[in-house]
C-alpha cells in the first residue's frame, strides 16, 4: 500500500516522534523513505543567504553549507538509519511547504508524514493557541495523498496495528478519508471503527436541543452511515459503528481512547467546500493536537481507493 513515503522534517528534536512513525513504515511496508528537510527559505532573490528554518538565523549557502546540514540529518536519525535499507537523505532551499508538496508531486508518494510543529518551542505554545503549525496546514490542504501528523510519542503504531478509527461528518471529503482507511484495514487486518458525533451545539445560537431531538439525529446518523459506507464494504465485516452526541473533538478522542485506537482518520476540512481554499478544520485541528495517537489527514481523493473496495 506504501511504495513510496515523504517523511518531511525540520531535523531537530521536534519531529523525532514523526521520525519512529516513518522508520517503521518504511520497514513494515519495505518502502522507500525520503528523509525531506528545507533547511532554509531564500532572503531575496537570488542572494546566497537564506533565513535557517530551524533557527531564524540568516546562514550564506554554499555546497559545504548543504552537506553540513545532511551530515547534521545523519547524525539525528542515526539510530534509525541503522536498521534502514531504503531511506534517502535530501536537504533543499526554498519555502517549506512549496517544497514538500513539489518532492511529493515529482516522486509521486503515497503518504506523507510530519510533526504537528516545526519548531520545539512551538509545541507548548501551539497547544495554548490551539492551532498546529502553518507548513502543516499548507501541506495538508494541498497534498494529492493522505498525510499522518504524529503530535505525541506513538506506543504501538504500525508495530501493533489494530483498530482504525474514522471520523465523518458526511461531507464528500470524509467519504475519500473512508476509503482510504478502509483500504487500510483490509491491508494490516485492523478493525474499522466508523464514528460519528452529533454535535449538540450545532443548532441555532441560543436554541438547546432536546433528547427526542438529539435521538433523532443519532437515528438520521446511523442511517447515512449504512446507506453510504456500509454499503461499500464489500465482504469486509471486521467494523463497528460508534455515534455519540457531544462536541465533536471531544467525542472522537474519547472514542478513540476507549477502542486503543492505533491511527485516527479524518477528512482535511469538514465543509462542501474546495479543498484548494480550505484550512484545516477546527474540529481535525483540535484531534491532531490532542490525539495519542497519529492523525491522518486525507484531503483529495486520489490513493484512497483500491480494487477490492
Not at 513504515?25 to 532573490?45: I, S
Not at 467494523?239 to 476507549?258: D, Q, S
Not at 480550505?278 to 486525507?298: D, H, I, K, N, Y
Request: negative net charge.
Amino acid at each position: 500500500m506504501f511504495k513510496k513515503i515523504l517523511f518531511a522534517t525540520t531535523a531537530s528534536p521536534a519531529c523525532d516522534n514523526a521520525a519512529k512513525v516513518a522508520f517503521d513504515l518504511e520497514m513494515k511496508w519495505d518502502a522507500k523513505l525520503c528523509v525531506f528537510h528545507v533547511l532554509g527559505v531564500p532572503t531575496r532573490g537570488y542572494s546566497s543567504f537564506v533565513t535557517d528554518v530551524r533557527t531564524g538565523e540568516t546562514e550564506q549557502i554554499d555546497p559545504d553549507y548543504v552537506d553540513w546540514v545532511k551530515e547534521e540529518m545523519k547524525h539525528t536519525y542515526n539510530g534509525l538509519l541503522k536498521d534502514s535499507e531504503n531511506a534517502t537523505l535530501e536537504a533543499v532551499i526554498g519555502v517549506p511547504h512549496r517544497e514538500i508538496l513539489r518532492k511529493a508531486r515529482a516522486e509521486d508518494v503515497d503518504l506523507i508524514i510530519m510533526g504537528a510543529h516545526t519548531r520545539d518551542e512551538d509545541i507548548g505554545a501551539a497547544r495554548y493557541r490551539s492551532v498546529v503549525g502553518s507548513t502543516m496546514q499548507k501541506v495538508a490542504k494541498s497534498a494529492r495523498c493522505p498525510v499522518v501528523i504524529i503530535s505525541r510519542p506513538c506506543t504501538t503504531c504500525w508495530k501493533l496495528f489494530s483498530n482504525i478509527v474514522v471520523g465523518t461528518d458526511f461531507s464528500k471529503p470524509a467519504t475519500s478519508s473512508f476509503l482510504w482507511a478502509l483500504r487500510l484495514a483490509r491491508e494490516v487486518n485492523a478493525r474499522l471503527h466508523l464514528f460519528h458525533a452529533v454535535d449538540i451545539h450545532a443548532a441555532e445560537p441560543g436554541k438547546i436541543s432536546g433528547q427526542a431531538e438529539i435521538e433523532e439525529r443519532i437515528d438520521a446518523a446511523r442511517q447515512k452511515i449504512e446507506a453510504r459506507y456500509l454499503s461499500q464494504l464489500n465482504g469486509f465485516d471486521n467494523y463497528e459503528v460508534g455515534i455519540r452526541e457531544g462536541t465533536p473533538y471531544v467525542e472522537i478522542l474519547k472514542f478513540a481512547r476507549e477502542k486503543q485506537a492505533d491511527l485516527i482518520v479524518m477528512a482535511h476540512h469538514t465543509r462542501e467546500i474546495d479543498p484548494e481554499l480550505a484550512l484545516l478544520g477546527s474540529t481535525v485541528e483540535q484531534v491532531v493536537l490532542r490525539s495519542s495517537c497519529p492523525v491522518a489527514s486525507v484531503n483529495h481523493p486520489d490513493k484512497v481507493q483500491d480494487d477490492q473496495v
